[in-house]
């Protein structure tokens, strides 16, 4: 895709905007920060203005303010700050005029004409902005992951990991594992499973996702790599296993959501995951793998080590469903990364967490 942002489908999903300016309080320049803050606690929305210096000197103070005043020190106290955060910034707004933000100084970005080709003046939340901004940004120079061979380019709205052991595991696994035929990765995101699997000599992939940008996302690699979209890798815009019919021998692979909550945001799917979701996915491989599927699914028990649940899901869905399937197990204790004063919090869960494997194959 060139990126002009010309080539962007209809059908993506792209920030919300808004293009009348009925209850936005216009801020400029000079205002006290703190002013600023008493408009939004009493609900107003506002606009900034003049320059991008401005904006972002007010976005950074308002980060620092809320930390401030809800102190991060477990995974609770986290999600608070982050819900506090999101009230304010979904109420915090920039102008657009001609496709370009309307703030001296501030970035140019082609994906504003893309994503709103019809609509050249209107109001953007100054967060999304951002956040189309590093969105741009990996897409343009792409992440590494020491499973691949190749770069992975996520587009904006698609989850892609951040850590990389539960990777490993399956990476790992997979080489063991005589070469399958056909597979499918059910919520595939930026692709990593399939092209793991697709590494392995996995001649046929079936990767479905409810994310639009996923799918286009996986569809931009594909052209990247020069693999031809539904000859080796088979993207699908569905939920769970789509129009994929496994037969005895497939591979069906997942790697859901960790952590039970609402999803704030269209990235936040890739992470919460609500309450029914497991039980529906079992349900949707009992009734649609025969026997001899096998079932790989990337997991981790996070959510437990950290107390925000006291069950684990997938344990807990085996209970009911241990008579149709075999299980093997596989975990391991998650690369750490380097010890941060700021998530001291977060290292201390991970040091008693550990990334699961489960490998579960339907019972003819």
């Known amino acids: 895709m060139q990126d002009n942002g010309a080539s962007i489908p209809g059908h993506l999903i792209r920030p919300e905007v808004r293009t009348f300016s009925t209850g936005i309080r216009e801020i400029n320049p000079g205002a006290p920060f703190g002013s600023i803050l008493k408009v939004l606690e009493r609900g107003h929305d506002i606009v900034l203005t003049h320059t991008y210096?401005?904006?972002?000197?007010?976005?950074?103070?308002?980060?620092?303010?809320?930390?401030?005043?809800?102190?991060?020190?477990?995974?609770?106290?986290?999600?608070?700050?982050?819900?506090?955060?999101?009230?304010?910034?979904?109420?915090?707004?920039?102008?657009?005029?001609?496709?370009?933000?309307?703030?001296?100084?501030?970035?140019?970005?082609?994906?504003?004409?893309?994503?709103?080709?019809?609509?050249?003046?209107?109001?953007?939340?100054?967060?999304?902005?951002?956040?189309?901004?590093?969105?741009?940004?990996?897409?343009?120079?792409?992440?590494?992951?020491?499973?691949?061979?190749?770069?992975?380019?996520?587009?904006?709205?698609?989850?892609f990991p951040t850590r990389e052991s539960h990777l490993d595991l399956f990476d790992?696994?997979?080489?063991?594992?005589?070469?399958?035929?056909?597979?499918?990765?059910?919520?595939?995101?930026?692709?990593?499973?399939?092209?793991?699997?697709?590494?392995?000599?996995?001649?046929?992939?079936?990767?479905?996702?409810?994310?639009?940008?996923?799918?286009?996302?996986?569809?931009?690699?594909?052209?990247?790599?020069?693999?031809?979209?539904?000859?080796?890798?088979?993207?699908?815009?569905?939920?769970?296993?789509?129009?994929?019919?496994?037969?005895?021998?497939?591979?069906?692979?997942?790697?859901?959501?960790?952590?039970?909550?609402?999803?704030l945001t269209t990235l936040d799917q890739g992470s919460y995951y609500e309450e029914g979701f497991f039980h529906r996915l079992f349900d949707t491989l009992q009734a649609k793998c025969p026997g001899g599927v096998q079932i790989a699914i990337l997991f981790s028990d996070f959510a437990k080590v950290a107390g925000i649940s006291k069950s684990h899901p997938i344990e807990e869905a085996l209970e009911l469903y241990h008579d149709d399937f075999q299980l093997q197990v596989y975990d391991r204790a998650p690369v750490q990364d380097k010890p941060s004063k700021r998530k001291s919090w977060i290292q201390e869960i991970r040091s008693k967490e550990r990334v699961e494997l489960f490998v579960l194959e339907r019972k003819g």
């Open 172 to 263: 790992q696994w997979l080489s063991t594992q005589s070469a399958f035929t056909r597979a499918a990765d059910i919520g595939t995101g930026c692709g990593v499973l399939s092209f793991i699997m697709h590494k392995h000599g996995v001649k046929q992939v079936h990767a479905t996702d409810i994310n639009p940008n996923a799918i286009f996302s996986l569809q931009e690699d594909l052209r990247r790599l020069h693999i031809t979209s539904g000859q080796t890798i088979f993207p699908e815009e569905a939920d769970m296993l789509g129009s994929f019919h496994p037969e005895s021998g497939d591979l069906v692979v997942c790697n859901p959501p960790w952590i039970p909550g609402r999803p």
């Open 53 to 159: 210096g401005f904006a972002m000197s007010f976005y950074s103070w308002l980060k620092q303010r809320v930390a401030a005043t809800v102190p991060v020190h477990d995974y609770p106290s986290s999600r608070k700050q982050r819900e506090r955060l999101h009230q304010y910034q979904s109420k915090t707004w920039i102008k657009i005029n001609d496709h370009q933000v309307a703030l001296k100084g501030a970035p140019e970005n082609p994906w504003i004409s893309g994503f709103y080709p019809e609509t050249p003046d209107f109001f953007m939340r100054f967060s999304d902005f951002l956040g189309l901004n590093g969105a741009r940004q990996w897409y343009l120079k792409g992440k590494s992951l020491r499973v691949l061979n190749h770069l992975i380019h996520p587009f904006y709205g698609v989850y």
